[in-house]
């Protein structure tokens, strides 16, 4: 009886693409807790140990789908920053705050993929996680709060380690409506609490 031949696509390095575009397709559709390697193999029609020539466990796996969903948070956070004009550090946090809430929003599979995934801040800046700037979410955070400072509007002596408030308090609100009790309010709620959120924000990061 002849043998399926293996497809010639995977023989020119499309395996590793395939693979995770089905796992991004998984955390998309049904979160990221429900990523596994057999589950993605048996999407992509091939065995489990084809995928550890891409890929040495579902952690590797799932960090480069944690870089691709940030690096779709960067983007909302892009076409934030796009529609000012002449932003000053006030709006470019604003911006990134309300760009990071955006994704949440219409993404919250990949969202939680992008930011509950192991992976550390050693890797915020890692190109793979950038938009189409070449900045990662991180940067456009500290890009920010680098131009409120140049702009006189965060006192110097405020600025270290700024991003880990602000990053923390839009974090745990974007959470609170994908998958908390904000999650039943209508959009038009969400947007108004959204607003509040980073304005908050703005005013407590120069009190850090």
Do not use: C
């Not at 043998?3 to 575009?21: E, I, N, Q, W």
């Not at 589950?39 to 480069?64: C, E």
């Not at 974007?174 to 998958?179: D, K, N, R, W």
């Not at 038009?188 to 005013?203: F, Q, T, Y």
């Amino acid at each position: 009886m002849p043998t399926t031949p293996r497809r010639a696509s995977y023989h020119h390095g499309d395996l590793k693409a395939t693979l995770l575009r089905e796992a991004i397709d998984v955390a998309r559709t049904e979160g990221p807790h429900a990523v596994t390697l057999r589950d993605i193999t048996r999407r992509a029609g091939v065995s489990v140990n084809a995928a550890y020539r891409h890929f040495a466990d579902r952690d590797a796996l799932m960090i480069t789908v944690a870089g691709h969903g940030q690096g779709q948070s960067a983007r909302a956070m892009e076409r934030r920053i796009a529609a000012l004009h002449e932003p000053t550090g006030w709006d470019l946090l604003r911006a990134v705050g309300l760009g990071y809430i955006d994704f949440a929003r219409a993404e919250p599979g990949l969202f939680q993929a992008a930011y509950l995934e192991p992976v550390d801040l050693a890797r915020t800046e890692d190109p793979g996680a950038s938009g189409e700037g070449g900045r990662t979410p991180y940067q456009l955070l500290s890009d920010a709060l680098d131009r409120m400072v140049a702009d006189g509007t965060l006192p110097a002596e405020r600025r270290p380690h700024a991003e880990v408030p602000a990053w923390s308090a839009v974090h745990g609100f974007a959470m609170l409506v994908v998958q908390g009790p904000l999650r039943e309010l209508p959009p038009e709620a969400v947007d108004a609490l959204s607003h509040r959120v980073v304005e908050a924000i703005i005013v407590g990061v120069r009190q850090v």
